[in-house]
């Protein structure tokens, strides 16, 4: 079963507006959620994560919020560039061994 | 500092056939966990091997198996290829602390297409 879900496949968004990716998540067991991007022919690169017991990691343009009752977490992008094309994975896990759960993904398409 | 590498970059093989692919872990890292990433979703975890031992696996069959070698390089082998095997297969390498989370570093892939 998905217990990582990302419902939007694709986001296109300007140049300089923001950049919301939803994630949701069904394991209250996770403790650690994470943000992967992912170009073309390339392995995913570490973007930013957020322990359970935050709300919100802010790091340059990305910041990451967490709502645990809601099992929801989003990140922010701004301003968007286009070297921010890529598609961005959600990931959680249970542990401190980093076995990884993932989301389906998102493309992100950022428009001149 | 080198960083995760994968080899072979792309390959083809028939149904019923058996592969390995290589992954070469970060310079310090003890730890390497391979992951399947289907045309369209997000990785799937396969397993994951601390210093030569498989320490958690996913939900995958036990034709999917591997190896860790004393410089944390490591295997991943499929036996009785199927169709549905066809796959970017991801190794990701951490030096893991028992008492805190580090991230992981993906290599780049090894796209397998069974025929």
């Known amino acids: 079963d998905q217990q990582v879900k990302q419902n939007s496949p694709s986001l296109s968004v300007q140049e300089g507006r923001i950049s919301i990716l939803n994630c949701d998540y069904t394991?209250?067991?996770?403790?650690?959620f994470l943000w992967y991007k992912k170009y073309p022919a390339e392995g995913p690169t570490f973007l930013i994560s957020i322990s359970s017991i935050k709300d919100k990691n802010e790091d340059g343009r990305f910041t990451v919020f967490l709502n645990k009752s809601a099992k929801h977490l989003s990140l922010h992008i701004v301003p968007s560039q286009p070297g921010d094309s890529a598609v961005y994975f959600c990931a959680a896990v249970s542990d401190s061994w980093g076995k990884l759960q993932f989301g389906a993904g998102t493309q992100v398409v950022v428009t001149p | 500092e080198t960083g995760v590498t994968q080899s072979p970059t792309h390959l083809i093989k028939t149904r019923g056939q058996q592969v390995t692919l290589r992954c070469s872990s970060q310079s310090g890292h003890n730890t390497v966990s391979w992951y399947q990433q289907a045309l369209g979703q997000g990785p799937q975890f396969i397993f994951q091997y601390y210093r030569e031992e498989e320490n958690g696996r996913g939900n995958f069959p036990p034709r999917f198996s591997g190896l860790q070698f004393p410089n944390y390089s490591s295997e991943l082998n499929v036996n009785a290829l199927e169709l549905d095997d066809s796959a970017l297969y991801l190794c990701a390498s951490s030096s893991v602390d028992a008492w805190e989370f580090n991230e992981q570093f993906f290599g780049p892939g090894t796209r397998l297409t069974v025929l």
């Open positions: 394991n209250s067991m996770f403790d650690y």
